[in-house]
């Protein structure tokens, strides 16, 4: 009887010692995790909030002027930013680098935001755009922040939905066909709603440990669901 496994002779209180000593282990992992993720949230919040504020003067100063419509060089200018923020995302370089990024998307933002003013109803249509923005990205990251959902799993069909929506804007733009176009925003709405939500929990549970990747994602998130609403609204406005 002295060969038997060691849990047999425990008293019942040394049992539950040990059952507890994983539990602990996992349950201050869990802890130090959850603090990670919790600290890049709140870098990259603070980051992301200069940025929009950035961005949004150099919208300004892009309508004050009366800068034209970039047409495809938007997304030249994008993509080249965007290479670069990836390279410099683990130096001060990076700060520089996204600053760069989302001031060039400002100033592309301006032309757009013009036309819109000058529409009947513009200023409320933009308005109402930026209003709808704000709710759908704080309901999307609430949603996450209060049930710690983890979302990795959406990542393959977000990635395939926004490739497809961006391959449908190309044609909607060379075609000019203004339904196909309205189907994107509308796509754009839902894909980029659910990249909010996706990019909320990566931080919180460690898939994104960068907080200067984590602002560009949420920060091209919102700038392209701030437009496709902008859109939507205004060929409602337009019905009426």
Not at 8 to 37: F, R
Not at 81 to 88: A, D, G, Q, R
Not at 110 to 128: C, D, H, N, R, V
Not at 143 to 155: C, E, I, M, P, R
């Amino acid at each position: 009887m002295s060969n038997r496994p060691d849990y047999l002779n425990m008293n019942h209180s040394s049992a539950q010692d040990a059952a507890a000593e994983p539990m602990t282990a996992q349950s201050s992992n869990d802890q130090i995790i959850s603090h990670d993720g919790r600290k890049v949230l709140r870098n990259t919040y603070a980051l992301l909030s200069m940025t929009l504020i950035f961005s949004g003067i150099m919208a300004a100063v892009s309508m004050a002027f009366n800068v034209p419509h970039f047409g495809l060089l938007t997304l030249v200018g994008y993509f080249a930013l965007l290479f670069l923020v990836e390279k410099t995302k683990n130096s001060a370089m990076g700060l520089v680098s996204v600053f760069a990024l989302t001031g060039f998307m400002g100033m592309t933002l301006g032309p757009i935001l013009s036309l819109y003013a000058k529409l009947p109803g513009g200023t409320e249509m933009i308005a109402m755009a930026m209003g709808t923005t704000g709710l759908i990205f704080m309901g999307m990251s609430g949603w996450v922040l209060s049930t710690g959902k983890d979302l990795s799993g959406w990542g393959k069909t977000l990635m395939v939905g926004i490739l497809v929506a961006f391959v449908c804007s190309l044609g909607a733009y060379f075609f000019n066909m203004p339904a196909l176009s309205l189907a994107v925003s509308a796509m754009f709405i839902m894909l980029m709603s659910g990249l909010i939500a996706y990019e909320t929990s990566a931080i919180l549970h460690g898939g994104e440990t960068n907080y200067i990747s984590a602002t560009v994602t949420l920060y091209v998130a919102i700038y392209n669901l701030f437009l496709s609403l902008l859109q939507i609204f205004g060929v409602m406005g337009g019905d009426d």
